[in-house]
C-alpha cells in the first residue's frame, strides 16, 4: 500500500510533531472520536489541561453535550467541538475528515471508537457483528488513510489506533470483536514500519488495553459476569489515558497499557499456545 505520501521526505521537520506541554501545545488540535465517553473522555480532560483543542465524534449528541459541560466544568477555557454520527455509515470517515478540516484541521487523531458484542458468532445478530468490523476496522482504517496524506502535507502529526488485549489471542464468544482488534494491531503495527521507512512526519501509535472497570463498553458489549481477565489485569480509564499521554510524550510506537497487563504480557509470551487458549477461554466464558 504505498501510496504517494509514504514516499514523501520530512526534511528537517520532527517526525510526529506533537508537543504535549501546556506552553506549547495552546494551538494544537485533538481529534478523538469516541472521545465523549470513557477512555476518550479520559484522554480529553487530560489534553483539555494541557491546552488543546478538542474536536469528538461520537454516537449521541446527548452524551458529547454532557461531556462537553464535565470538560468545561474543570477547564472553562476549553474549546470543544463535536459531530454526532454512525461510524458505521460508509460515508462517516469522510464526513469526519470534511468537518475536521473545515474546524482547521487536527494535528492528532486518536480513533478510540469501538464497541464489542459477547456472544458465540453463530448466535448474534449478522448485522450487529458488521456494524462492529464497519466501527472497528472499516471506519478506523478509512480514517487513518484519509488524515494522513493530510498531516503529511501540514509537516506532521501523530495517529494513535486503540487495539486491545483481545487482540494477542482468538477469543471464544468476542471471535469478532477479538479479531477486529487483531486488525487494528497488524495494520497499525506495519503503517508505523512503513512511515519510519519512508521518514514520513507523521507517526502512527498502536495501543492495546487490558480490561477497563469503569467505562460502559464492557456492560453495553452484554459482558457482565465475564471475567476478561478482570481478576489480575484490569485497569481504570485514567490509567489508560495517562499510559497513552506518556507513550505521546515519549513517541513510543506500541502502548501496553497498565502496570498489570505489562506483567501479564511476560507470562503470555512465556505460556505454551495451548496453555494461553485455555486460559483465555476460561477468562471469556460467562461466570
Ligand atoms: N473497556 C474495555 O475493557 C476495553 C479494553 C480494551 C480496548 N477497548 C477499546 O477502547 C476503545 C474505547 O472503549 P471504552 O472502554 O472507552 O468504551 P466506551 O466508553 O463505550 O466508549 C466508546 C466510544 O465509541 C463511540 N462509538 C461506539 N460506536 C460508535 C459508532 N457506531 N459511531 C460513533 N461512535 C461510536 C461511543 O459513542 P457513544 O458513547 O456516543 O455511543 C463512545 O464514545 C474501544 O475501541 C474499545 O474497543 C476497551
Redesign the pocket.
Known sequence: MAGPHLGRRAGARERGRVCLSRETAVTQTALI?????????ALSRRLAGRGWRLLW????ED??AAARGDILTAHPDAVISGL?????APD?PARVLDWAQGQGGCDLLIN?????VYGPSADLALEAEQ?MI???IC?LHALTRLFLPVMEARGGGTIVN?????AFVPAPDLAV?AAT?AFVKHYSEALTAELEEANSPVRVMTV?????SD????K?AGMEGVR?FTSFTATT?EEVARDIIEGLDNKRPFVLTGAAMRRAMWLMKLAPAPVLRWMTRRETRRV
Do not use: H, M, Q, W
Open positions: 472520536t469516541g472521545g465523549s465517553s470513557g477512555i476518550g473522555l465524534a461520537s454516537l449521541s452524551e458529547i454526532a454520527l454512525d461510524l458505521a462517516a478510540n471508537a469501538g464497541f464489542g456494524a464497519a466501527v472497528n471506519a486503540i487495539a486491545s488485549n483481545s470483536y482488534k492495546c488495553p487490558s480490561a477497563i467505562t460502559p463498553f464492557l453495553r476478561t480509564a
